[in-house]
């Protein structure tokens, strides 16, 4: 049996619902609502002790961290199979989900909570809000997240946030001209991967960033939307109010940011 932990918009949550719908393969869900702080409750922490989702639970045992879980999908269920038979494609491909882990999956959270979800935590009492992020087991993510939080755009997390994104837009077109999907001829975890980092600068409106590269990521970003899979794990999860926010706080700094990545 497989059961995920799992929240509707979480970016890290939607690469591994994406693998499991490629897969097609039945799983339970638990949701849980990130604002309201189930990631922090004792029964979750004994499976997560790092507060976050999502996790996956087979049999029994338990695989956090979505990387992991995308590659352990493949390995436990292989067929159809995420990852190209060629050695090359699969470099490439562990070449692109490696940043994920190694900045990106930061910078987009760090965006996200700048721009938008701080004006989700800021509605709570401010005790309540200090409860939340003395929670957070990891200090250097707490220290982030309060940051980011209660300065928003002036938190130092958001330039380097932009930038980095900035670095992923600009590889993401140069990867694409040498095939549709991102490490090559094959769609991969690579793609899966990143598909909700596209989808969150989209909801952000910002696509005029990937549209001054060309048309390569809107056209990859169409590929992505046009699999099955892709409205099971993404599509079918957006959560219209959260939709809403992103799109009227993205566009309210989308001037300041087309700056900042003009400068
Ligand atoms: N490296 C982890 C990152 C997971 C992560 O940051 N998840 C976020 C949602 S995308 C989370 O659970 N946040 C909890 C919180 O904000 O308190 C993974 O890839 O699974």
């Known amino acids: 049996m497989l059961e995920l932990y799992h929240n509707d ?3 890290c949550a939607q690469k591994a619902r994406f693998a499991l719908a490629e897969k097609r393969l039945e799983w339970t869900g638990h949701h849980l609502n990130l604002r309201a702080g189930d990631q922090q409750k004792p029964d979750y922490l004994k ?11 087979h049999d029994g045992v338990v695989i956090p961290e979505s990387t992991v879980i995308c590659e352990y999908l493949d390995d436990a269920f292989p067929d159809p199979p995420l990852k190209s038979g060629s050695a090359l494609e699969r470099a490439r491909m562990r070449l692109w989900t490696k940043q994920l882990d190694e900045g990106v999956h930061y910078a987009t959270g760090n965006v996200s909570y700048c721009l938008v979800f701080r004006h989700q935590f800021m509605q709570k009492p401010p005790d309540e809000l200090e409860a939340f992020f003395a929670a957070i087991p990891d200090p250097v993510r707490r220290a982030r997240v309060r940051e980011n939080v209660l300065k928003g755009m002036e938190s130092s997390h958001f330039k380097d946030g932009i930038a980095r994104y900035k670095r992923l837009v600009r590889d993401l077109g140069a990867a694409l001209a040498d095939g549709p999907w991102l490490a090559g001829q094959r769609f991969s975890l690579a793609d899966i991967g990143f598909a909700p980092y596209i989808t969150r600068l989209d909801q952000l409106g910002f696509q005029e960033w990937h549209q001054s590269y060309g048309t390569r990521i809107g056209h990859w970003y169409d590929r992505l939307r046009a699999r099955p899979a892709y409205a ?3 599509t079918k999860w957006l959560n219209p109010p959260v939709v809403a926010l992103l799109g009227e706080k993205g566009r309210e ?4 940011v087309k700056a900042m990545l003009a400068a």
Not at 253 to 256: D, F, I, Q, T, Y
Request: hydrophobic share 60%; glycine share 0%.
């Open 9 to 11: 918009m979480s970016v």
């Open 47 to 57: 499976i997560n002790p790092l507060a976050i989702v999502p996790t996956l639970v």
């Open 232 to 234: 099971e794990a993404i």
């Open 253 to 256: 700094a989308w001037p300041k």
